[in-house]
């Protein structure tokens, strides 16, 4: 398995100001990283897909990086809607084989 | 809008009983997950197949859990004798079998063992 870290573990910002967090991995035997949004009640949603270092993706108000040289990647939300409550987790591959391992996850709680 | 599918959505039973969860993979998907979501652990891997082959059920409790793909729509995580630790939510998740290809995950089967 691997460890992957993500921080904070929960935050709360209010609507309209914009935020960001981090996923933390080993930088070895690096394949791809990915970010999914889990709002309370539904399933996990994939948002990015990230494999080169120095990838920027981009959706909407979110978007993320990635730098597999020093194991992060950022997440930023920009102009927060309380639409954006929700848990964002980063997951990566061990190996080739597409089994991830799952961070804990960072919790977003948008106040209006 | 092709999408992972679940059922049943929400299952009680008593201990000791026989659980059955399905899942259809979104059609043209190679590979196909189970996990189930706890408190302590997160989201948790429990079994995948990759062209209806069964690659990895290290995560899951061998003597009480079984899963399988009779065929490529179908997928079943089967629970006998269930014990109340096994309350849960249950997703099944289906994807293009590489890690750079995202994971669709279906709605969940939630999951009371009284």
């Known amino acids: 398995i691997l460890n992957v870290e993500q921080s904070p573990q929960s935050l709360h910002v209010q609507e309209g100001d914009s935020t960001n967090f981090t996923c933390s991995f080993p930088s070895s035997n690096f394949y791809a990283l990915h970010w999914y949004r889990w709002e309370t009640a539904k399933s996990p949603e994939a948002l990015f897909v990230m494999t080169l270092n120095g990838d920027e993706k981009k959706k909407g108000r979110i978007s993320a990086t990635l730098n597999t040289k020093e194991g992060y990647s950022y997440l930023y939300i920009k102009g927060s809607q309380p639409e954006d409550s929700a848990t964002y987790l980063c997951a990566l591959p061990r190996s080739n084989d597409y089994k991830l391992s799952f961070g804990a996850g960072t919790t977003v709680t948008v106040r209006a | ?114």
Not at chain 2, 2 to 20: F, L
Not at chain 2, 26 to 41: C, E, K
Not at chain 2, 80 to 91: L, M
Not at chain 2, 100 to 111: K, M
Request: proline share 7%; net charge neutral; hydrophobic share 35%.
């Open chain 2, 1 to 114: 809008d092709a999408r992972v599918t679940q059922t049943p959505r929400d299952k009680v039973t008593e201990m000791g009983q026989e659980v059955t969860m399905r899942c259809q993979p979104i059609l043209g998907h190679n590979t196909v997950f189970w996990y189930r979501q706890t408190m302590m652990q997160g989201l948790e891997l429990l079994a995948y197949f990759r062209n209806r082959a069964p690659l990895d059920d290290s995560g899951m409790p061998k003597d009480r859990f079984s899963a399988e793909m009779p065929d490529a729509t179908l997928a079943t995580l089967k629970i006998q004798p269930s014990e109340p630790r096994d309350s849960a939510v249950y997703f099944c998740a289906s994807g293009l079998g590489t890690s750079g290809n995202e994971q669709f995950f279906g709605p969940g089967t939630r999951l009371t063992v009284l």
